[in-house]
């Protein structure tokens, strides 16, 4: 069963930063990507940054130059780089996983996505 785990999250002023990392056990196929997706409350799950398997990456126009998502293959953990945070970046961040590109476009990733972890809240102050 495959399991994925967030942490890193907290509170912290705008102009500052944090890293996210997601673990990621019990794999038994080949991933397409892995990915960031964010939900505020009233507001619908955004994507936020994802990683296909080739390195490759993509990144809402809203973070940017400020996030970078990166992996360690080996030891199956994901990050999400962030920077320069935003009050407007306040949300709970899952990580996600696909193992078809069907679930890796950004706009897809919370709905589509094939594995989810239960969030990291990350909260921006003014």
């Known amino acids: 069963q495959v399991q994925l785990v967030e942490s890193g999250g907290g509170s912290v002023q705008a102009g500052g930063s944090l890293r996210l990392s997601c673990t990621g056990s019990g794999y038994t196929a080949r991933r397409s990507c892995m990915g960031w997706f964010r939900q505020a409350p009233g507001k619908e799950r955004e994507g936020v940054a994802t990683?296909?398997?080739?390195?490759?990456?993509d990144y809402a126009d809203s973070v940017k130059g400020r996030f970078t998502i990166s992996e360690e293959n080996a030891k199956n953990i994901l990050y999400l780089q962030m920077n320069s945070l935003k009050p407007e970046d306040t949300a709970m961040y899952y990580c996600?996983?696909?193992?078809?590109?069907?679930?890796?476009?950004?706009?897809?990733?919370?709905?589509?996505?094939?594995?989810r972890g239960q969030g990291t809240q990350v909260t921006v102050s003014s």
């Open positions: 996600a996983s696909g193992l078809s590109l069907r679930a890796c476009a950004l706009w897809r990733l919370a709905t589509l996505s094939d594995y």
């Open positions: 990683i296909f398997s080739d390195g490759s990456t």
